[in-house]
């Protein structure tokens, strides 16, 4: 799917809910792409596998980097990728509303964090 900010799309939120939106901004992060949407008064961040559809696709320039991050989006993630993302949604959940997250939750995304670790160290390389 082709999409970039200023795009319409319909993307099931975490909750199950599947909401149209508008993509605002789209950030590379070393855990893979986050994009952020504005819907019905609220504003949220969600993966690209959650984009179920795109309905109005803004025309971008091609650039051999936004090449490259479509491929990288197409591979698949591995376990610990994916775990890296839930800790860090974790910690920015735990962080909404402008307070910092207290200790128990900075204990838990260590945890998440050394999961993902041990996951990578045990897990045999794939090839690319």
Known sequence: MKYNTGS??????????????????????SAG??????YENATSVV?????????????????????????????????SQIVLEIAEDYLQLAGNGGA?????????????IRLADKIRAKTPLRPL
Do not use: F, M
């Open 100 to 112: 910092t997250p207290d200790a128990l939750r900075e204990s838990n995304y260590r945890w998440l």
């Open 47 to 79: 993966n690209p596998a959650q984009i179920i559809e795109v309905a109005e696709a803004q025309p971008a320039a091609e650039t051999p980097i936004a090449e490259a991050a479509s491929a990288v989006a197409i591979r698949k993630r591995t376990t």
């Open 33 to 38: 792409r986050k994009i952020h949407i504005a």
């Open 8 to 29: 319409t799309v319909k993307v099931r939120l975490y909750s199950g809910r599947i909401v149209t939106a508008n993509i605002t901004d789209i950030v590379s992060r």
